[in-house]
């Protein structure tokens, strides 16, 4: 299997390579120059098959220069007790709709998923590739994939990571997750800005020559475990395969039996991981992107142009209020046939102008398989207000945008398939938004906690709770344009 830079078609890696460069030096991001195929009947055979045993399955087929039993090792230290129960993701029938719950790991979002093991890959990867002493993680997080990112590299030995958050734009728990985390190797930084200013700021350190050169001096070398990073995007193909088995076994569909998946997105890697395995032969008839307020991805699916200048919003959904949504690249270069030549100058029109549009075929064969709507703040409280009342299950407030966007389609389109929708966090990381739903206020997360559980009865999550006994570890803010220099400052030497 080979990888190669959606900007430049002569950049070929292996895949310890890719994700150990975590993004090519042209800017662009790592991608499979074919997907691999899962075959009816491996389907099949993956019935019985316990999550991590499909995972290994999907992770041969895309890490052809890992051994099986490196494979096995990686999969066997990541999904297992760290998660709060064996099935690790499940799926749960509510209101005619299969919820893909993905986040029982240990900080309760669906990032834990693919941020459990990343850690594992990159260092076996480090082993095989045995250029660099010490790898440099980089994260730009919206809220959630800080957490899981410093939850899993903590104290890994021969990495060391540095998070980076908007200062206002996570809530009070997603904050203190990240500022009271333990280890060695960890460093933690609000920045003056929303994500897309973190996101840009260290895409720019990254390809940033004299810091990069500097480093590699000392043995020393960037990588993201943002999902830019292939390691982040292959665990995320698995969760569709085994949910699209959960709903066999559950009876809603028969196998070979089309679903539709519907995903609430922000950088977009993970409604792509769920086109891989739609692409790899999961039998899917739409995915349906979801959106908040920041409606970006919305527009872009109906109009083929992807226009950045416009307001951005803070909402309830904090994870997906995002304007530059990294991985959709990695979509169209596929839908331009690997050709990095038209990627090239589509990026340079979004740096230069704010927006791109792509071809007519492109955009048709973009709407063949993506259909996309999105809710504002007051749709989602009444959608988890509804959803509880008829069903007596809680949806975070993400999953909630998903619901809505899922429900509006279907009565729009009358389209009866059986859908999967992901559920991308525990309810208990958004309290203060979700109590709000149920009329109620509060001024902070942990007494939100508390109300939400005494209204619906849903337990909280241990780590949740554990939060309060926590000492903060780190209080630095820095406006986007010194964090070059706080990073050579901090992780330079
Ligand atoms: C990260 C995140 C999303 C968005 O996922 P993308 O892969 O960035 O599209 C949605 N919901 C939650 C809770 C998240 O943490």
Same mark, same amino acid.
């Given at each position: 299997m080979v990888y190669e830079s959606t900007r430049n078609n002569d950049v070929k890696l292996n895949s310890a390579q890719a994700i150990i460069k975590g993004?090519? +030096?042209?800017g662009g991001l790592f991608v499979p120059s074919e997907l691999p195929v899962i075959t009816d009947d491996e389907l099949h055979s993956m019935l019985p098959l316990a999550y991590s045993e499909c995972a290994e399955i999907v992770f041969k087929k895309f890490l052809t220069d890992f051994t099986d039993d490196e494979i096995h090792s990686c999969v066997k230290a990541a999904y297992g007790k760290n998660f709060d129960m064996p099935e690790i993701a499940k799926t749960v029938p509510v209101d005619n709709m299969n919820i893909l719950e993905?986040?029982?790991?240990?900080? +309760?979002?669906?990032?834990d998923m693919a941020l459990q093991i990343l850690p594992h890959l990159m260092t076996t990867s480090m082993t095989k590739t045995?250029?660099?002493k010490e790898i440099i993680i980089l994260t730009a997080t919206s809220g959630d994939t800080g957490k899981a990112a410093l939850e899993g590299f903590?104290?890994?030995?021969?990495i060391r990571i540095a998070v980076f958050y908007p200062e206002s734009g996570v809530s009070e728990i997603q904050k203190l997750q990240m500022t009271t985390q333990e280890g060695e190797n960890v460093l933690v930084c609000a920045v003056k800005g929303n994500f897309d200013d973190c996101q840009t700021a260290v895409k720019d350190i990254f390809t940033d020559e004299s810091i990069v050169k500097k480093l590699s001096q000392k043995g020393k070398a960037f990588s993201s475990a943002n999902s830019i990073n292939l390691g982040r995007l292959i665990p995320q193909v698995v969760y569709y395969v085994t949910g699209y088995l959960d709903m066999v076994k559950n009876g809603t569909i028969t196998l070979g039996e089309k679903i539709n998946i519907c995903v609430p997105t922000g950088n977009f890697g993970n409604i792509l991981a769920a086109y891989y395995a739609k692409e790899m032969g999961i039998p899917v008839n739409k995915l349906i992107c979801a959106s908040n307020k920041n409606n970006i991805l919305t527009d872009f699916i109906n109009t083929g142009v992807y226009d950045k200048n416009r307001g951005f919003y803070t909402t309830m959904?904090?994870?997906?209020?995002?304007?530059?949504?990294?991985?959709?690249e990695r979509l169209i270069h596929r839908l331009y046939d690997n050709n990095s030549k038209e990627i090239v100058a589509l990026y340079k029109s979004l740096a230069e102008n704010g927006k791109y549009s792509v071809e007519n075929v492109v955009r048709a064969k973009l709407q063949k398989d993506f259909t996309a709507g999105y809710c504002d703040d007051d749709d989602t409280k009444k959608q988890i207000k509804e959803t509880f009342e008829k069903t007596r299950y809680l949806l975070d407030t993400h999953t909630a945008v998903a619901v809505k966007v899922y429900k509006d389609y279907q009565n729009k389109s009358g389209d009866t398939t059986p859908t999967l929708i992901a559920s991308t966090a525990n309810p208990y990381k958004f309290s203060t938004s979700i109590l709000s739903a149920f009329g109620k206020s509060s001024d902070n997360d942990f007494a939100a906690a508390k109300a939400l559980n005494e209204i619906t009865g849903v337990p909280i999550p241990e780590n949740i709770t554990a939060l309060r006994q926590k000492a903060v570890r780190f209080s630095d803010v820095m406006p986007p344009a010194k964090l070059k220099e706080y990073v050579s400052e901090k992780l330079g030497n």
């Open positions: 993004i090519s +030096s042209d993905l986040w029982h790991g240990p900080t +309760s979002a669906f990032k045995s250029n660099e903590a104290d890994v030995p021969g959904s904090p994870s997906m209020d995002i304007l530059i949504s990294s991985n959709l």
